[in-house]
């Protein structure tokens, strides 16, 4: 997908890359034939997802557990006019928007110390998810027990 001029997954990587991220993998599952020529172009490494179509992202992140530390977790279709990485991160976070009216988003619930507590489908004057992910390695291994 392209964005003035730009083809949103090559930005994102791009911007990995000027924070002085370079151990970047891209997993693939629809359109994957379209996606193979990153490896080449910016230095990813690529990782397949037949089960894509059945099982989305939770299935994506199950190919690359064995990679999951200090790890960003991005979606290829997300635009940042400003670049929203940095190479030291502290604490695991996901990126979010506020809602003032309605949304059939992923809302997000949070105690007092902003730790995300429960997430919900819709809601009003709502935290909703959009955009990265920082999983910190703590939680990544935490994470890996679930998944």
């Known amino acids: ?16 890359q000027e924070a002085g991220i370079d151990d970047i993998t891209v997993v693939v599952g629809d359109m994957k034939e ?14 397949i997802n037949e089960d894509y179509y059945c099982y989305n992202n939770t ?4 190919r ?7 790890t960003y977790i991005c979606s290829s ?12 991160v502290y604490h695991s976070y996901y990126a979010a928007v506020f809602e003032r009216g ?11 110390k902003g730790r995300i507590i429960q997430v ?3 809601g009003r004057a709502s935290w909703y998810m959009l955009g990265h992910v920082y999983f ?9 027990d679930i998944l």
């Not at 299935?59 to 199950?62: A, P, T």
């Not at 279709?77 to 030291?88: I, L, M």
């Not at 309605?102 to 007092?112: P, V």
């Open 1 to 16: 997908m392209m964005v003035k001029g730009e083809v949103l997954i090559e930005r994102q990587i791009r911007q990995l």
């Open 34 to 47: 379209k996606m193979y020529y990153l490896a080449e172009k910016m230095g990813v490494k690529i990782v």
């Open 59 to 62: 299935s994506s992140l199950i």
């Open 64 to 70: 690359v557990a064995d990679k999951l530390g200090n």
């Open 77 to 88: 279709d997300n635009y940042f006019s400003e670049n929203v990485f940095t190479p030291y």
């Open 102 to 112: 309605e949304t059939d988003e992923y809302c997000l619930k949070c105690n007092s």
């Open 120 to 122: 919900n489908i819709g």
């Open 136 to 144: 910190s390695q703590e939680f990544s291994h935490k994470f890996i």
